[in-house]
């Protein structure tokens, strides 16, 4: 399943990424009652109000789509099926039409218009498992990053699954389970994915609203960005990921201030990531501060990050700002999490091209090569690599 405008921005670097939890549909959970301990400049922006913001109004149904779903799940549970397969089944026939569109819209929305990003399509899953009692969980899933550029925001999606519990399921107490049967909703499953750790059900509600506050950024809305990303901490206030999205927000807003003490907050969480990191650096190089730009970045190159995407993006923006051997780094280091990123490899084969070591430019196309499957992009791969053949040929 593709894009779930879980967002990373490599710019001004963010991870939204989608996360797991098991979450029984009722009662409803309510916001984690944790203390909000990051300042926050309330002043800079305007305080509008927003339908968005009713946890309700996420997984809402309207009458006529409650009836149009519970006709079809009954129509399969008369003929059989269990309640999770039921569901499975529906999903699977009505994504055979979706449209598959970078935006995060409500359960409603998802219905009426049959679009939406891959959270879309697990806020309206959950919706369904709600309106039948169906238990479920989120997970976060790994998969190969499309990049596209904003004015000087780079974006990277990811997607998420939904897990739906078998009700049937009775457990013999002379055996241990590992787990409970499931079915996850995997819209895009590919062998190459790698899955995600587990969240709460708050932590999935928080990148929801992490999602609306980045479109809000790419859109230069400050202030709405704002509203959603301080309403994603207050559904979690663990979350690094969040916290730098408001550091990001609040030095837009020219608050470089408070933006500095809010990403000494992360740091004194102890669980730094590269895009929080990114982001600091990048404010203390606009204030000249370079010695604990070395500081960070020392240890910026030194973090093991789970996810290889984000070595990757960070490469781009290395290679972006002309440091090519901060680049080179990060390339290597995301294949050596994911040795099937030819994104990478391509990035390494334009640095030793302009570095004229042509020999690794030909080794890295390919590599490139053996993880490409567009025919457009093999054609032009071998058309480099003929070219650098050839080149390496005549001067040998």
């Excluded at 190459?192 to 609306?212: D, H, P, Q, T, V």
């Excluded at 960070?296 to 700002?321: C, H, I, V, W």
Aim: include cysteine.
């Amino acid at each position: 399943m593709k894009s779930a405008k879980i967002i990373s921005i490599f710019m001004l670097t963010l991870v939204l990424s989608a996360c797991s939890t098991k979450s029984v549909n009722s009662p409803q959970p309510q916001i984690a009652k944790q203390q909000i301990n990051i300042p926050i400049n309330d002043s800079l922006f305007i305080q509008t109000k927003t339908t968005q913001l009713n946890e309700q109004a996420i997984f809402s149904l309207t009458l006529e789509q409650q009836n149009q779903f519970l006709l079809k799940f009954n129509r399969h549970i008369t003929l059989g099926f269990k309640p999770h397969t039921a569901l499975y089944e529906i999903l699977k026939k009505k994504i055979t039409d979706f449209t598959y569109y970078g935006e995060t819209y409500n359960a409603t929305t998802v219905m009426e218009l049959n679009k939406g990003n891959c959270m879309s399509l697990a806020i309206l899953t959950t919706a369904y498992a709600k309106l039948v009692g169906l238990e479920f969980s989120y997970r976060v899933v790994h998969t190969l990053p499309i990049f596209s550029k904003k004015d000087d925001l780079v974006l990277s999606s990811s997607h998420v699954q939904t897990i739906i519990y078998d009700p049937t399921f009775v457990p013999d107490k002379s055996f241990f389970y590992l787990s409970t049967p499931r079915i996850a909703i995997d819209y895009f499953p590919n062998k190459w994915n790698r899955k995600g750790k587990a969240y709460s059900y708050n932590a999935f509600i928080a990148m929801y609203y992490k999602n609306l506050a980045a479109d809000a950024l790419v859109e230069k809305d400050l202030s709405k960005s704002f509203i959603y990303a301080n309403k994603a901490y207050e559904y979690d206030t663990k979350n690094i990921d969040t916290i730098n999205l408001l550091a990001v927000i609040h030095r837009r807003a020219g608050d470089v201030k408070t933006a500095e003490e809010i990403y000494k907050v992360a740091l004194d969480m102890g669980k730094p990531n590269i895009s929080l990191l990114s982001n600091y650096i990048m404010l203390l190089k606009s204030q000249l501060r370079m010695e604990e730009v070395a500081v960070l970045q020392n240890k910026m190159n030194k973090l093991d990050d789970m996810n290889p995407y984000q070595s990757l993006g960070e490469a781009f923006n290395a290679r972006k700002n002309g440091n090519i051997k901060q680049a080179e780094v990060f390339f290597k280091k995301a294949l050596k999490k994911a040795p099937y990123l030819n994104q990478a490899y391509m990035g390494l084969y334009h640095i030793y091209v302009k570095q004229q070591e042509m020999d690794k430019a030909q080794e890295m196309l390919i590599k490139a090569l053996e993880w490409t499957y567009e025919l457009d992009e093999k054609k032009l791969y071998k058309q480099k690599l003929y070219s650098i053949s050839q080149m390496i040929a005549k001067n040998s």
